[in-house]
C-alpha cells in the first residue's frame, strides 16, 4: 500500500482515484472546492462528476496541497494541461524529495510545446525516472462504474514504470508498461484533436467510412509527428496510441468528439464553451500541435485544419472538403 496524492478531483482525477483505492492505496484527493471536499469525506461521493457513485474508504479529500501531499509516495497530477505549470510552480516546494511524478494529462503547453512530462522535469527539477505518464483507452466515467479497461504505463525507467503498474492495477484497471513517454504522450494529446474532427464529421451527418478514413489517416499523422520526436511507432499502433484513439472518436462520452459535434452542428466555440465547463483538451491542443509539427517540419493536416475551424477561419464543411481535395500522395507518405 502506498500514500497517493492526486491533483485534483475533475473527472479523471476521481475516477483514477477510484482504480488507485481499489488497488489497495492510500488516497488524498485535492480538490479546489470545500463543498468537493465535504462531499468526498462526509458521503463517500463527487458529485459534480459521478453522481450517485460510491468512493472507496480509502479516499479522502482536502483543499490544501500541503496535507495532500505530506507523505506522499506519488504525486498523480490531471488539471487542465495549460493550467499545469502555475499549479504545479506552486505545488512542487511541498512534494517530497523522492516521489514520483504521474500525469494523466493528454494535452501540448501553448507556446512552449512541451509536453507534460517535460513541464514536470522542468517546473520541479525531477529527473525522468521520477515522471510517469499513464495513457490509453479511458473514458473516466467507465473507469468510475469499474467497467473492464486497459492502459498505459510509461516511464524512462522500467522499474519505475513497474512500480507505477503495481500501483494502479486494480479490479478493474489492467495497466500495461512501456518506456516510451513520447509516444504515450503525444498519442494521448493528438487523439483529442482526432476525436474532435471526427465529431465534426459527425455533427455535420456523415457516417463510418468518413470517421473510419479520419481515424485511419488521424493515427498516421500522429505517427509521424511522434517518431520525428523518437517515439517507437509500435506505441502508436498500442493502447496510448490507436486504442485511445478509437474510444475517444466513438465514443458520446468523449468530451472532445462532443465538442466536434457541435461545432459540426453549427454552435460556435464561444457557444459550447458556454455550455460545459469540461476541459476538451484537443481545443487548444490543436494550435501547440500544429506548431510543434511545423516545428518539426511534419505535415500535419489534421491538426492544421481542426485549429482553423477552432480559430473561426474556415467551417466544418470547407474542413472535410479541404481533406478530399488534397494533392494525392502514396499512402505511407
Ligand atoms: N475525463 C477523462 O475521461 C480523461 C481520461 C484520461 C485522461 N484525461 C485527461 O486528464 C486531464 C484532466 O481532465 P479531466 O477529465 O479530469 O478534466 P475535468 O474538467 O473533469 O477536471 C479538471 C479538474 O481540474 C480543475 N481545474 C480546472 N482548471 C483549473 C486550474 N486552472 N487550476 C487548477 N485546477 C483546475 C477542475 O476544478 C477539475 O477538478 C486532461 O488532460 C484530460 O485530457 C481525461
Ligand atoms: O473525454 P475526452 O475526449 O477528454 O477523452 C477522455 C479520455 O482521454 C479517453 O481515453
Not at 483543499?63 to 495549460?82: F, I, K, N, T
Not at 462520452?253 to 465538442?259: A, C, P, Y
Not at 460556435?268 to 476538451?280: D, G, R
Request: glycine share 10%; hydrophobic share 45%.
Amino acid at each position: 500500500m502506498a500514500r497517493v496524492a492526486v491533483f485534483s478531483a475533475g473527472s479523471w482525477g476521481t475516477a483514477f482515484g477510484i482504480v488507485l483505492a481499489d488497488a489497495g492505496n492510500e488516497v488524498t484527493l485535492w480538490a479546489r472546492r470545500e463543498d468537493v471536499v465535504t462531499a468526498v469525506n462526509d458521503r463517500h461521493e463527487n458529485p459534480d462528476y459521478f453522481p450517485g457513485v460510491e468512493l472507496p474508504a480509502g479516499i479522502r479529500a482536502t483543499s490544501d496541497p500541503a496535507e495532500a501531499l505530506a507523505g506522499a509516495e506519488y504525486v498523480v497530477l490531471s488539471v487542465p494541461s495549460q493550467s499545469l505549470r502555475e499549479n504545479l510552480a506552486a505545488w512542487a516546494p511541498l512534494v517530497p524529495e523522492d516521489a514520483v511524478f504521474i500525469s494523466l494529462m493528454k494535452g501540448v503547453e501553448l507556446g512552449t510545446t512541451k509536453r507534460m512530462s517535460e513541464v514536470i522535469a522542468e517546473v520541479t527539477g525531477a529527473g525522468p525516472e521520477r515522471i510517469s505518464v499513464v495513457s490509453g483507452p479511458n473514458l473516466a466515467k467507465e473507469i468510475a462504474m469499474r467497467e473492464p479497461a486497459a492502459s498505459v504505463v510509461a516511464c524512462a525507467d522500467d522499474a519505475v514504470a513497474k512500480q507505477v503498474q503495481e500501483l494502479c492495477h486494480s479490479r478493474a484497471f489492467r495497466p500495461y508498461r512501456s518506456t516510451d513517454v513520447v509516444g504515450c504522450e503525444l498519442g494521448g494529446a493528438y487523439k483529442n484533436v482526432v476525436g474532435l474532427c471526427v465529431g465534426m464529421a459527425v455533427g455535420l451527418g456523415f457516417g463510418d467510412n468518413t470517421t473510419a478514413s479520419l481515424i485511419t489517416r488521424g493515427l498516421a499523422e500522429t505517427a509521424r509527428l511522434a517518431m520525428k520526436l523518437g517515439a517507437d511507432p509500435l506505441t502508436l499502433m498500442g493502447l496510448a496510441g490507436l486504442g485511445d484513439l478509437v474510444a475517444t472518436c466513438s465514443s458520446p462520452l468523449s468530451r472532445n468528439r462532443t465538442f466536434g459535434e457541435k461545432l459540426g452542428q453549427g454552435l460556435s466555440v464561444e457557444e459550447i464553451y458556454a455550455t460545459t465547463s469540461q476541459v476538451a483538451e484537443g481545443a487548444k491542443s490543436c494550435a501547440s500541435i500544429l506548431d510543434l509539427a511545423r516545428r518539426n517540419g511534419v505535415d500535419a493536416p489534421i491538426a492544421e485544419h481542426v485549429d482553423a475551424v477552432v480559430r473561426g477561419e474556415i467551417g466544418t464543411r470547407e474542413m472535410m472538403d479541404a481533406f478530399i481535395a488534397r494533392e494525392t500522395k502514396a499512402e505511407r507518405d
